[in-house]
């Protein structure tokens, strides 16, 4: 129960191939001659054999043969039989290559893959490749080199030109899949595979659209983080969208939502195809990623200076070396060597220079990358330099990238470094790209830790009088609330808003108006108009009542000849703000297909169209994410101190953007927000008016299915009696636990851990701790019994330490109805009744999710876990595949 479920089909000991008569290529189609050509190329490294649909023996002959994938290359006609033959043999999985098919064809064979529990990679698939099988299932060309980056598209075309490309380039797979449209394995469930895959040291993507949000996610967040994922993605402008819409038959959604979404799941973005590999490249090298900080070295000031414009534009930060660094190796350098911004070692540095250059920027703690650039001098050898920085990159602890400028004299030069394992570039430009995505990987990956729960620990919103405003208004058959409706929406969630009241009439206007005290502004209310100043509805500083009189007729009358079918409830008046060096800033919600709900924040006021300032974060949010949410915004750089006006107070903008979070998370009905403009200044924060657009939601999202990353459970924390006195709590793992499950597992007796693990393994690899703390709540769970206990500090007073006692977790089968569960107790702790809690609790857990039956292994010389099983009402059975195991199963009746 350990191997992936797609194992069968990128592991496979046995396939059945159906591509006609073999022994008659003149009766078969091009995509089954290709098939057949490339499969038998090379020796696989298991057992094929080839089945005829037209000649395939009786039902007795097909009981006697067996495999675990079917690879059908036939023609659309012919392929149902053959996938009916692949059921009756028991093929676990089965390839479709093939073209032509639509989707409703598509559909009718995913039924019956479903029906006889088959995986099923097509149709209209150009099939895979896994090197290290010599297994080329595939009409994509030949197979590739053996190499640890995986490669999955959505192009076939794409896949051929990349592994063509490869082929040149000396760059190698451990799997290529090209999984093109109406595929019922999906984008999703291989990424699950390839996070898994030991071969599999980084991951590229082409990526054109997405079918279910959650899942990608899901999987997205899994993979990236046990490895790099580099994705390339079609349809960023209008016109690729709806190429990339009729070419995939997915959905492509809001290119900046897109953009939230990968930063959230930990993966990095490029824009070219050559950046795809140079990328993936870069991160699957031995360096760890850190910050944007990138030192130059350069022999050139033209290709340092090319460097450093393109680190400036993109967002990347040229440092220097540190003073003192720089009177260390200055008096062994040339005396016209410069270390301003870029270190110009001079033209006729040779490899001591540079190694000296690379050792002082490797030992400033201020530098997070090194960029090494050669320009070809005369008398100058090149391949000296690049031999001596191969040599030496062993003591370099942080990111090596070299550019070997030029092309004839620099080849060698080139594969010195490249046999280093030495990013190495033509340009300068290309060089610091790379960089920036191991800058944007790092910064990505603490997007990724983030699992903040829907509410915050602010002052708790009035979450049903918010849910009652807006039933209201969708009993009236609308969709905008008025700005008085939106304002009372923020306030709920305790979001400052200005004091606004409405007029019916001229004089109620100049009483309220003089209520209030001057300036006052003036607003039309109504639900059929979302922009009122298009309708000269809004009027600013006015300065007494008369002006009030005057600007409410005129208002009234300019919107009814206008927008005479227009329902107006009145004018709103509201004061002027007096943060006279408040900035504006907006805060909005807009809902993507498919990735539902995203937060937006940018520069605010009437000019929003046009200074385009926007950044995305998909909710939920903390405070962490808020912040970088403001950072990655243009008008970030005016709420510091700027032009003689104070700093505002970030903080208060950053609690506004939680409360919107907290809005999206519990009101599914929310579609589109825009609070603008919130003015900002050192004193806090006011929303000034706001536009809300709601509509019906299905009762299911109550539970946070319409957001594309679950929330963190917070509401599952439970405090728990023990047996024999005291307690203890149980709650969803976090990734902060990282650090108490190591020491648990640690502290746990061999015995214990090879229960569990089936292993003498004494910790945690941390690719597995990574994954068993970070994990998304929607298709896992995993509960930890925290423990308080006292001890003696190192004075002698009492200290207070928390530890994990005991975890319980499930993962959901792929049939996304049946899960499958662990659990261990620290040893100290067992017969406490700390196993029946854990596991009553993730019993329940599995049950609120809608699963229906739940499953383990246990040892058949574990009997402590037999009984707890057995006690707690599991049926147990022989295990037909491992007679030490038994298989216990529970059926999850719901309550």
């Not at 953009?259 to 070219?272: F, H, K, P, T, W």
């Not at 490249?281 to 130059?296: H, Q």
């Not at 406490?832 to 292994?857: D, H, N, V």
Request: charged share 20%; glycine share 6%.
């Amino acid at each position: 129960m350990d191997k992936h479920f797609l194992s069968s089909m990128f592991s496979p000991a046995t396939i059945a191939m159906f591509v006609g008569r073999h022994d008659e290529p003149q009766s078969q189609t091009t995509q089954a001659r290709t098939a057949y050509q490339a499969i038998t190329a090379q020796r696989f490294a298991g057992k094929l054999i080839f089945l005829d649909i037209h000649a395939s023996g009786t039902l007795a002959d097909l009981a006697t043969t067996q495999a675990d994938l079917a690879i059908i290359a036939l023609p659309p006609q012919e392929v149902a039989s053959a996938l009916e033959i692949a059921g009756r043999i028991k093929c676990h999985s089965a390839l479709v290559i093939s073209s032509g098919i639509d989707a409703a064809h598509a559909a009718e064979l995913h039924k019956m893959a479903t029906r006889d529990g088959i995986y099923l990679l097509g149709p209209n698939s150009m099939g895979f490749q896994r090197p290290h099988l010599q297994l080329n299932a595939s009409v994509a060309g030949p197979l590739a080199a053996q190499g640890p980056l995986a490669l999955v598209s959505q192009s076939g075309a794409l896949t051929s030109s990349i592994l063509d490309w490869a082929q040149k380039n000396a760059v190698g797979f451990s799997t290529v899949v090209s999984l093109g449209p109406n595929t019922a394995v999906d984008m999703a469930q291989v990424l699950d595979f390839l996070a898994s895959d030991a071969r599999t040291h980084s991951i590229v993507v082409y990526l054109e659209g997405i079918t279910n949000a959650r899942r990608f996610m899901s999987a997205l967040r899994a993979a990236a983080n046990a490895k790099p994922v580099v994705v390339l993605k079609a349809g960023r402008k209008r016109a690729g969208n709806r190429a990339a819409l009729t070419h995939s038959g997915t959905i492509v959604g809001s290119d900046d939502v897109f953009d939230a979404a990968l930063r959230r799941a930990g993966a990095v973005r490029v824009r070219s195809f050559v950046a795809l590999f140079s990328a993936a490249k870069c991160l699957a090298s031995r360096y760890k990623p850190t910050g944007r900080r990138l030192a130059i070295i350069t022999n050139g000031g033209g290709p340092g200076v090319l460097a450093a414009d393109w680190a400036n534009e993109i967002h990347l930060d040229v440092q220097p070396l540190a003073p003192e660094r720089v009177a260390a190796i200055q008096p062994l350098m040339s005396p016209v060597a410069t270390f301003s911004d870029l270190i110009d070692v001079s033209e006729d540095a040779g490899s001591e220079q540079y190694r000296l250059a690379i050792d002082a920027a490797n030992a400033d703690a201020q530098i997070d990358g090194i960029l090494v650039i050669y320009s070809p001098k005369v008398g100058i050898d090149g391949d000296a330099i690049a031999a001596a920085i191969a040599a030496f990159t062993r003591h370099v602890s942080k990111p090596l990238l070299t550019c070997w400028m030029g092309d004839a004299s620099v080849g060698d030069s080139r594969r010195l470094l490249n046999d280093a394992a030495i990013p190495t570039f033509r340009t300068p430009e290309a060089a610091v790209g790379a960089f920036g995505n191991l800058a944007s990987f790092y910064q990505n990956q603490q997007l990724l830790q983030q699992t903040p729960p829907p509410l915050s620990d602010l002052a708790d919103p009035d979450v049903e009088g918010a849910r009652l405003l807006i039933e209201s208004v969708l009993a009236e058959r609308r969709r905008v609330l008025t700005e008085m409706e939106s304002k009372a929406l923020l306030a709920a969630f305790h979001i400052p808003v200005t004091k606004t009241l409405l007029a019916r009439s001229a004089n109620e206007a100049m009483m309220i108006a003089t209520q209030l005290g001057f300036p006052v502004a003036l607003k039309i209310d109504s639900p059929d108009i979302s922009h009122k100043s298009d309708v000269q509805g809004v009027a600013l500083n006015v300065l007494n009542a008369v002006g009030v009189r005057d600007t409410f007729l005129d208002m009234m009358q300019n919107v009814v000849r206008q927008q005479p079918n227009a329902r107006i409830n009145g004018v709103t008046v509201q004061n002027m703000s007096n943060q006279r060096r408040g900035r504006e800033v907006c805060i909005g919600v807009v809902t993507d297909e498919p990735f539902g709900p995203a937060i937006a924040f940018g520069a605010g006021g009437t000019m929003i169209e046009l200074i385009n300032d926007r950044t995305m974060e998909l909710p939920p949010l903390n405070q962490f994410l808020a912040r970088r949410l403001i950072e990655r915004s243009r008008v970030a750089e005016t709420l510091q101190a700027w032009r003689g006006a104070p700093a505002v107070d970030i903080e208060a903008l950053e609690q506004i953007l939680l409360r919107v979070s907290e809005m999206v998370c519990e009101l599914p009905q929310l579609r589109e927000m825009d609070i603008n403009p919130i003015i900002v200044d050192e004193s806090g924060a006011l929303a000034v008016d706001a536009r809300i657009v709601v509509d019906n939601a299905a009762p299911s999202v109550r539970h946070y299915h319409h957001l594309a990353i679950l929330p963190y459970p917070s509401q599952h924390e439970q405090i728990c009696p023990m047996a024999g006195g005291g307690e203890y709590v149980v709650r969803p793992v976090h990734p902060d636990d990282a650090q108490m499950l190591q020491a648990f597992v640690r502290k746990l007796s061999p015995e214990s851990r090879y229960f569990r693990f089936v292993s003498s393994m004494q910790e945690l690899p941390a690719t597995m701790l990574s994954r068993f703390t970070l994990i998304d709540y929607d298709r896992e769970m995993a509960l930890v019994a925290l423990y308080n206990q006292t001890s003696a500090g190192t004075e002698g007073q009492p200290v207070e330490t928390t530890r994990i006692v005991g975890v319980s977790r499930y993962i959901t089968n792929p049939d996304r109805a049946t899960c499958e569960f662990s659990l261990v107790v620290a040893d100290d702790f067992k017969g406490r009744g700390l196993g029946s809690r854990l596991m009553l609790s993730i019993m329940e857990f599995a049950r609120e999710k809608g699963l229906t039956e739940i499953e383990g292994l246990v040892l058949a010389n574990n009997p402590n876990m037999l009984k707890l099983m057995k006690n707690l009402g599991f049926v147990i059975k022989a295990f037909p595949e491992d007679p030490d195991f038994k298989l216990v199963t529970h059926h999850l009746q719901a309550n």
